[in-house]
């Protein structure tokens, strides 16, 4: 059986941290959660501040800096970590990288081939889509999924995905 489209990639560090931080973003609402743990911080900070302004409005000052200055180090350490945590993955599985795997995509089911066998996928048991501008990513499951740039894909490819997307509704 000849597949419709053949595409062959390697996994790089780059790639495994766009994936990575684009699943945290559509799969685990990156975004509203750190809204959500701001506000809240916001909000505690502020309410400590007002009693410090009623008692003691010199050091009122020094509480808005404190409050800038903890969601400043808040927001960084929750936009690091996640880099952090994907460069430790990565560093730690020494058969992923740099590993080149291909993938065959057929009318009902994809075929993944690397040097550490096969396996084969049918479209309905993918639990997401996900399309960013430059790559597609296959979830099979919440965390976990195939990266697929759009760059190596062939013409038609994009309408394929698409296709696949509205027909089992993914």
Known sequence: MTPLFSI????????????????????FHFVRSLIIINVCALFIMMSIMGETLITDFKHFWWG???????????????????KRKANKAFDENKLMQNQEYTVNFYEDHSEHISSFGNSSIAYDKLTKIIETPSHFYLMHSKGQGTIIPKGKAGEGFVDFIHKIKEKYNI
């Open 64 to 82: 808005i800096i404190f409050i800038v200055v903890m969601l400043c180090c808040t927001n960084w350490v929750y936009f690091t970590r996640p």
């Open 8 to 27: 062959t990639n390697t996994i790089t560090r780059d790639e495994y941290q766009t994936f990575n931080m684009v699943v945290l973003k559509k799969e």
